[in-house]
């Protein structure tokens, strides 16, 4: 709860917490800035950290992501997730913004704290509400990195709030205190009761206490983003054709590109490729059966500068696309692309009728993978060898082309589904 008075008290924890959300927020909106025209600004101070994170085995899985970012969520619990990222991101938002309004007209009117509102509840809805959003924000984009900082900002923020009310306390006094009968610190009083809460308010936090609480949150927090990775990489789409593992966008592209495959193979352009990349002792390919005009490819490989999102430069349409219609970024590819021409076209020269195929090498330092599954694990290296454009229905092979390792964001680490 924000008021004035005594600028100088709390003045570290208040730079502190406003740093890591900062950082949180920055991290997050990573996808805001790949399709931005500063990506390659971004990148040169970013890319280096992800990469020192990526090249230990300890701290690898940071640079992972937990949920579908380039598949269509594949059942209905990973679905109603990414739908409750937006929504979640949306109203933490738009209620941060409100009370902020609110904290602000109190200063302006000398009025005393704000108690009205979502504050005649709770003490301190702006820091729920930024909350949500940051949570909204790490379904969004859900590297475990982002995670990380999540717990970080969340606790800072718990901090701060007891600085504030012990603060309001000494200057309040009585009302105050009488205040903190009636309300809940971030959740209704009725909510909060549930358990020992709050009957200390007025101790500080020790350091022994601190640790505890963080420690706390990084493993619910951490724990729920293992859980749901795990839980992802079991509903993914994956079929086989022979030696090959084949995932699709969907479940339904899966199996029509496992076909797909087996023909293709035989073209012999595709199959002296095939031979002359034939996977290395312990090592797999992975196949990705994507549209075309798949929007997100560029993640996959770098596959032509069309694909490479910051250089669209249609950066507030694609954002506000992302975030309010979650799956679109995903499911476009299969209805055609915006900059393909489609007036006058047959349904056979559609480019829903056509897809892309994107051969990746797959590897671990740590040992054999022996299921489609190792394909996805946070250690695997991957290394783009080429792909092949096909008609869906005939199998016709349409291009065969090399491509360069690392992705259209070069070595930036990027989602594997």
Not at 32 to 49: D, Q
Not at 239 to 264: F, K, N, P, R, W
Not at 398 to 411: A, E, M, R
Request: hydrophobic content about 50%; glycine content about 8%.
């Amino acid at each position: 709860m924000t008021t004035p008075g005594n600028p100088e008290a709390g003045t570290g924890r208040r730079i502190a917490a406003r740093g890591a959300i900062l950082l949180s927020f920055i991290v997050a909106f990573e996808i805001v800035i790949m399709i931005s025209p500063f990506a390659l600004f971004f990148y040169s101070v970013f890319n280096p950290i992800l990469l020192t994170l990526n090249r230990r085995s300890a701290t690898r899985w940071l640079t992972a992501f937990f949920l579908p970012h380039m598949i269509v969520p594949p059942d209905a619990l990973l679905m109603t997730i990414r739908l409750i990222g937006s929504v979640l991101f949306v109203v933490g938002l738009v209620v941060f913004v409100i009370c902020a309004v609110q904290v602000y007209a109190s200063k302006a009117l000398k009025s005393g704290p704000a108690h009205r509102g979502l504050y005649a509840v709770i003490r301190h809805p702006q820091y729920v509400a930024l909350a949500c959003a940051a949570v909204g924000l790490a379904i969004m984009w859900p590297r475990f990195l982002t995670l990380v900082l999540l717990a970080v900002m969340l606790f800072l923020y718990y901090l701060l709030a007891k600085d504030e009310e012990r603060r309001m306390l000494t200057r309040y006094g009585d009302s105050y205190r009488e205040y903190m009968t009636r309300t809940g610190m971030f959740l209704p009083r009725v909510v909060e009761a549930l358990w020992p809460t709050g009957k200390r308010v007025e101790r500080p936090v020790t350091a022994a206490k601190g640790m505890a609480i963080l420690l706390v949150l990084l493993g619910m927090i951490l724990g729920t983003g293992f859980a749901l990775r795990a839980y992802t990489v079991r509903q993914l789409p994956l079929q086989s054709e022979g030696d090959i593992d084949v995932i699709g966008i969907t479940a339904a592209d899966a199996a029509a590109g496992a076909q797909l495959l087996a023909s293709v193979r035989q073209d012999p352009a595709v199959a002296s490729r095939l031979q002359a990349a034939s996977a290395a002792s312990g090592a797999r390919m992975l196949a990705y059966v994507i549209p075309i005009d798949y929007t997100m490819q560029g993640m996959i490989a770098d596959t032509g500068d069309e694909w490479k999102l910051f250089m669209r430069h249609k950066t507030i349409g694609m954002i506000a696309e992302y975030v309010i219609h979650p799956t679109a970024h995903l499911t476009e590819g299969h209805a055609g692309h915006a900059g393909l021409p489609t007036q006058g076209m047959s349904m056979h020269d559609s480019p829903a009728m056509k897809r892309r195929i994107i051969l990746i090498e797959v590897s671990s330092a740590a040992g054999a993978l022996t299921s489609p599954r190792d394909d996805f694990g946070i250690g695997v290296r991957r290394r783009p060898l080429f792909f092949v454009d096909a008609h869906l229905h005939t199998g016709e092979v349409l291009g065969v082309k090399d491509i360069p390792l690392g992705s259209g964001w070069g070595t930036v680490p990027t989602p594997m589904f």
